[in-house]
Every structure is written in structure tokens, then in C-alpha cells.
């Protein structure tokens, strides 16, 4: 491929992919009317370990959801990618012998 080409892939691989940037939540930091409570670290650590089974239920029950609105915001996002990293075996799973 010539060098222009590549410019132009690379170009539309970044817009398709910002296309796809998550935008805020406004629940951020409110709390949920039913609990009264905002998820925060632990809360989101333990639902990013549960995150498979909570998506298979999430596909038969329009009452689940994968992802807890009302939490603390930066907190509650990295204990739910730790907890999903943890179950992935972490950085022990990318490693090879």
C-alpha cells in the first residue's frame, strides 16, 4: 500500500473507534432510588468479577444490568476492570513459556 493510503486507514480506524467512546453519565455520584447507595471500588471490583454470568442473566432479564449507573465514577470504572482483569487470569494470562 502506498503511504497515502495508510494515512487514510489509519485516519478512519480512529474515527470508527472514537465513534465508539463512551459518553458520561449523568447518575454519576446519585444514589439509586430502591438502595439509597452510590457503588464504589468494592462494589464495582465485585461486579466486574461477576460481569459473564451477570450478562447471560442480563439477556433473559430486562431487570439486570451489567454495569452499576449510580456509582462513584473513576472508583467504581476501576475496581469493574480490575475484577474483570482478575478473572481473565490477569497479566499471568498474556504471559507465555
Do not use: K
Amino acid at each position: 500500500m502506498t503511504r497515502t493510503r495508510w494515512v487514510l486507514v489509519l485516519i478512519g480506524a480512529a474515527l470508527l473507534l472514537s465513534a465508539c467512546a463512551a459518553g458520561p453519565n449523568p447518575q454519576v455520584g446519585t444514589a439509586a432510588a430502591e438502595g439509597g447507595e452510590v457503588a464504589g471500588f468494592w462494589l464495582g471490583l465485585w461486579h466486574g468479577v461477576i460481569a459473564p454470568v451477570t450478562f447471560v442473566i442480563s439477556l433473559f432479564n430486562d431487570n439486570v444490568a451489567l454495569y452499576e449507573v449510580h456509582n462513584s465514577g473513576n472508583w467504581y470504572d476501576a475496581g469493574f476492570f480490575l475484577g474483570f482483569g482478575v478473572l481473565l487470569g490477569g497479566g499471568h494470562g498474556a504471559t507465555r513459556r
